[in-house]
Nanobody
Framework: QLRLVESGGGFGPPGGSLTLSCVVS????????IGWFRQAPGKKREAVGC????????YYTDSVKGRFTMSADNAKDTAYLEITSLKAEDTGTYYC???????????????????WGQGTQVTVSS
């Protein structure tokens, strides 16, 4: 059974950094495209970014470009989302999700993702 488990959320100050992890079990990480999504209080879920492995591809939504970085360590079956220069609007629940590997090259839409992690909360506060 494919499972994804996020961790690394918590409290961070404005301008600070957090790194979220997404551990994939049941199958190898490199078999899937990976998406990161977030949902702020009172807001709709939005894509943060998507990553494909073959070929390497990343997409970031405009609001996080230059501040968020996705990566994957296939040997550890772990995907990462490095968040820097935290802003108050980054507050929300963050999810990683898995999709058929080819699908992330077509879109970074939540509907393409079949397996989701439980979410990890990020709260930006001083």
């Amino acid at each position: 059974q494919l499972r994804l488990v996020e961790s690394g959320g918590g409290f961070g100050p404005p301008g600070g950094s957090l790194t979220l992890s997404c551990v994939v079990s049941g199958f190898s990480l490199d078999l899937f495209g990976i998406g990161w999504f977030r949902q702020a209080p009172g807001k709709k879920r939005e894509a943060v970014g998507c990553l494909g492995h073959r070929p390497m591809y990343t997409y970031y939504t405009d609001s996080v470009k230059g501040r968020f970085t996705m990566s994957a360590d296939n040997a550890k079956d772990t995907a990462y989302l490095e968040i820097t220069s935290l802003k108050a609007e980054d507050t929300g629940t963050y999810y990683c999700a898995a999709a058929p590997s080819e699908s992330v090259y077509m879109s970074c839409d939540a509907s393409q993702f079949h397996t989701w992690g439980q979410g990890t909360q990020v709260t930006v506060s001083s």
